[in-house]
């Protein structure tokens, strides 16, 4: 089989990466909630465009706080949805990172899918800091 003859594989992250900073006004981001589809080396930091909308299937907990890290997303985010297929496991990492969260003034519609089968308190102490009044500003005025 010639080199031509062979089909390019879809890279999903190069895609984006060439693709995202040529829309600058880009407000929403829908890349889906499929449990084999998600971006396990993707740097969330490529984000510049002022999204209001990200749905996101990713692999581990941690993925959250990069996004929820990433600038202007932690100023302009009104919806994220996100579905966590945890393929690894780094809760721990995750409540020594809590401290790092911003205030997601923004943000107010909030969704978090993940299988109960691995259940842990660590696990529910993350979402209830990722749902605090600190971070998540959902149902608080001020």
Not at 22 to 41: A, I, V, W
Request: proline letters at 4%; glycine letters at 2%.
């Amino acid at each position: 089989m010639t080199k031509e003859a062979i089909p390019l594989l879809w890279n999903l992250c190069e895609f984006l990466e060439r693709t995202l900073g040529r829309l600058p006004t880009l407000q929403s981001l829908d890349l889906g909630m499929e449990t084999s589809f998600y971006l396990h080396k993707w740097p969330f930091e490529m984000i510049q465009t002022s999204l209001i909308f990200l749905k996101i299937s990713l692999h581990m907990e941690s993925l959250i706080i990069k996004i929820l890290l990433t600038k202007p997303l932690s100023y302009t985010l009104q919806q994220l949805h996100v579905r966590i297929q945890d393929l690894g496991d780094d809760i721990h990492r995750c409540l020594r990172d809590k401290d790092l969260l911003p205030r997601m003034e923004s943000l107010h519609t909030f969704t978090y899918i993940k299988s109960l089968k691995q259940y842990s308190n660590e696990k529910w102490t993350f979402v209830n800091i990722l749902t605090s009044c600190n971070v998540l500003c959902l149902f608080y005025n001020e």
